[in-house]
C-alpha cells in the first residue's frame, strides 16, 4: 500500500516470533516528512518474515483523542457515525468519523448530516479498492468532500475520520 519503507528496527529470538505483532506509527514517520497538524496513528501487523525483513498489512488507523477532545466545546454539537463497509475488492472496514458544527444542531439537522456522512462513506468504499480507500481517509480527501456536502445542512467546523479497523483475515497490503 504504501511501498517498501523501514518502519523500525525489532529485536527477536526468532523471527517466527514477530508474526502478529502490531506496530503503531505516524504518518510522518511513515512517509519520512515533517507533516504539520498529523493526528492520526497507522495500525501495521507483521505478517510475514524474510530474513530480515518483516512485512506487514494494514489493521487501520486512529486519531489523536485529545485532538477529537478539544475539538468538542459547550454548544456545538459532535456527530458521530459508526459503519461497517466493503470496499470494491471485497475488504470489510469498520469506519467511525465525527463531525462538529459551528453552533447547537437540532436533532433533525444532526440526522440529516450524519446521512451525508454514511453515504458519503459507503458510497466512496464501494468504487475504490481498498489501497486507494485508505488513500482517501488518511490524506483527508474523504473529511473534505463529507465537509462540503454537510455543510449544506448546517454550518461545520470539522469533519474527521477518527478511526478504522479492518474485519479479521483478508488479503495483504504490504507496507
Same mark, same amino acid.
Given at each position: 500500500?504504501?511501498?517498501?519503507?523501514? /518502519?523500525?528496527?525489532?529485536? /527477536?529470538?526468532e523471527p517466527s516470533n514477530l508474526i502478529g505483532r502490531r506496530?503503531? $506509527? +505516524?504518518?510522518?514517520?511513515?512517509?519520512? =516528512?515533517?507533516? =504539520?497538524?498529523?493526528?492520526?496513528?497507522?495500525?501495521? #501487523?507483521?505478517?510475514?518474515?524474510?530474513?530480515?525483513?518483516?512485512?506487514?498489512?494494514?489493521?487501520?488507523?486512529? $486519531?489523536?483523542?485529545?485532538?477529537?477532545?478539544?475539538? /468538542?466545546?459547550?454548544?456545538?454539537?459532535?456527530?458521530?457515525?459508526?459503519?461497517?463497509?466493503? +470496499?470494491?475488492?471485497?475488504?470489510?472496514?469498520?469506519? !467511525?468519523?465525527?463531525?462538529? +458544527?459551528?453552533? !447547537?444542531?437540532?436533532?433533525?439537522?444532526?440526522?440529516?448530516?450524519?446521512?451525508? $456522512?454514511?453515504?458519503?462513506?459507503?458510497?466512496? #468504499?464501494?468504487?475504490?479498492?481498498?489501497?486507494?480507500?485508505?488513500?482517501?481517509?488518511?490524506?483527508? =480527501? $474523504?473529511?473534505?468532500?463529507?465537509?462540503?456536502? #454537510?455543510?449544506?445542512?448546517?454550518?461545520?467546523?470539522?469533519?474527521?475520520? #477518527?478511526? +478504522?479497523?479492518?474485519?479479521?483475515?483478508?488479503?495483504?497490503?504490504?507496507?
Amino acid at each position: 500500500m504504501f511501498g517498501e519503507i523501514k /518502519a523500525g528496527d525489532t529485536v /527477536a529470538d526468532e523471527p517466527s516470533n514477530l508474526i502478529g505483532r502490531r506496530v503503531e $506509527m +505516524t504518518l510522518g514517520e511513515l512517509t519520512g =516528512k515533517l507533516i =504539520k497538524g498529523s493526528n492520526l496513528k497507522l495500525v501495521l #501487523a507483521i505478517e510475514e518474515v524474510n530474513h530480515n525483513m518483516a512485512y506487514t498489512k494494514f489493521i487501520g488507523h486512529k $486519531m489523536d483523542k485529545g485532538y477529537l477532545r478539544s475539538l /468538542a466545546r459547550k454548544g456545538v454539537s459532535k456527530v458521530d457515525s459508526n459503519i461497517d463497509v466493503v +470496499t470494491k475488492d471485497g475488504e470489510e472496514l469498520c469506519v !467511525k468519523s465525527s463531525c462538529f +458544527t459551528l453552533r !447547537k444542531a437540532s436533532g433533525l439537522q444532526i440526522k440529516l448530516i450524519r446521512k451525508v $456522512m454514511e453515504d458519503i462513506i459507503r458510497n466512496r #468504499a464501494k468504487s475504490l479498492e481498498l489501497s486507494k480507500y485508505i488513500q482517501e481517509i488518511i490524506l483527508g =480527501k $474523504m473529511s473534505s468532500d463529507i465537509y462540503n456536502a #454537510a455543510k449544506k445542512v448546517y454550518p461545520l467546523r470539522r469533519v474527521e475520520i #477518527a478511526k +478504522t479497523e479492518r474485519a479479521g483475515g483478508g488479503k495483504s497490503a504490504h507496507v
